[in-house]
């Protein structure tokens, strides 16, 4: 093996192991970026809350998150009891 063979595969060597190292990165990076795509078409706009005790919901609240009221005051004026079963 010649001096330039040896330099080319340890070049590619190198460069398989950079783009297996960067992988988790790159592969985060593109589910931010989906994510934050995703969440500029379609927004979220409401939030719901549910209370559960013993797997039975006692108190379920929704939240509207483009609302001008504040959280905690729709969170308190909100009051959506679901019966016990």
């Known amino acids: 093996m010649e001096y330039q063979e040896a330099l080319e595969v340890i070049i590619q060597f ?3 192991g950079g ?3 960067i992988s988790p990165l790159l592969f ?9 795509i995703l969440d500029r078409i379609w927004p979220i706009t409401t939030l719901q809350i549910e209370h559960e005790h013993n797997g039975i919901v006692i108190e ?5 998150l483009n609302s001008s009221i504040p959280l905690v005051r729709q969170l308190s004026d909100v009051d959506n009891k679901v019966n016990k079963s």
Not at 60 to 64: E, F, G, L, S, T
């Open 19 to 21: 783009l297996i190292l």
């Open 60 to 64: 379920r609240k929704i939240i509207k």
């Open 28 to 36: 985060r990076f593109a589910t931010v970026l989906t994510k934050y």
């Open 14 to 16: 190198v460069g398989w």
